[in-house]
Structures are given as structure tokens and as C-alpha cells.
């Protein structure tokens, strides 16, 4: 019986992203990667919802708006929402996340393995329920990740060329507006 419930908690979880992305390939055309596309990230408390791509191709950057809806509380869980590249041996991001279990929300530079990741510097800046925030991650430059957030830049060091992005979220609900690959 718990393996049913936690098998339809696994689906709702696929479908609520999911059909955000299935929406775009349905309307017609496929979208090129330029056109901007939003993922809404409600996850339930003390789960995870992920968007992943794969394949870059020749993109470089990824853009976004942001803004936190939602934070669920559970033992051991923090309320996160994670925007990574994924290289051969590591990922490299940006971890927005509230460290006491409640908003204001922080942002990390973040690097290692997608388990536990190590924040690396924290920006200035702060996210509160309802507002917006613009991030931007870019690898155009040959072996860094240039991370623009917060009102602030950070620079990490990329383990080898960006094979994969990801979007991650937990505990909580998060809103990703007008995102463009390019």
C-alpha cells in the first residue's frame, strides 16, 4: 500500500513539470531552444520535482525569472530550488534555498556532486515569498560558469564542457518564468 501511494506521489510530481514541457511540443511547431518557455515546480513537502535537458548543443546560457510561491516544511528537508549544468564528473550552479526552513530565501553559488552540493559564495541578495528574482547562467566562456543573480556575479570553475542542464526544486513551490536556452 505505501509503494502505490508513493508510485502516484512519483506521477503527480512527473505531471505537474512535465506537462508544462509537453504543452510546448503540442502547440505545433517545437520551439527552438531561443523561444521562452516557464516550468512550474510545486513539489510536495519532503520531495523533490526536477526539468532536466539532456543535450545543450551549441546553447550557452540559460535565463530566468523566478519567484518563490510556496515553502513546505519538513524534518530534514530545507526548501530549495537548484539551476545546474552538468559537466562529465560534476555539476556547477546556482542554489536558491531558505537555511532556516523559512523565507527570505538566499543565493549560493554551488559545486559537486547533485546529492550535496557544496555552496561555494553567497550573494548579497535575498528572494521573499512572492517576489521575483532574474538569474542567468552562462559557459560561453571556455572553463567557467559565470553566474549573474541577486545583484550580483559569480564565477566557478567548470570541470569540463556543460553536457546537461537541470532545474531542481524541494519543499516548496517555484515559479520559473520566461526561460530561454540560447
Sequence with gaps: MKSARLALQ??????????AVLALFMAGDRPSLAQAFSLDLDTYDAHFSTWTMDKVGGATTFVA????????????????VRFQVRTANAWQGLLVYAPTGDPPFQFFAVQGDIIHPKPQDRFSGAL???????????WESKGTLVIHAAGG???????????GLEVISGTAEFEV???QIR
Design 10 to 19: 512519483l506521477i503527480r510530481h512527473a505531471a505537474s513539470v512535465g506537462a
Design 65 to 80: 525569472t523566478i519567484k518563490a510561491s510556496r515553502v513546505g516544511h519538513a524534518k530534514g528537508w530545507t526548501p530549495f
Design 128 to 138: 521573499n515569498l512572492n517576489e521575483s528574482a532574474d538569474i542567468e547562467l552562462s
Design 153 to 163: 556575479t559569480r564565477e566557478l570553475p567548470l570541470a569540463g564542457p556543460v553536457l
Design 177 to 179: 518564468r520566461d526561460i
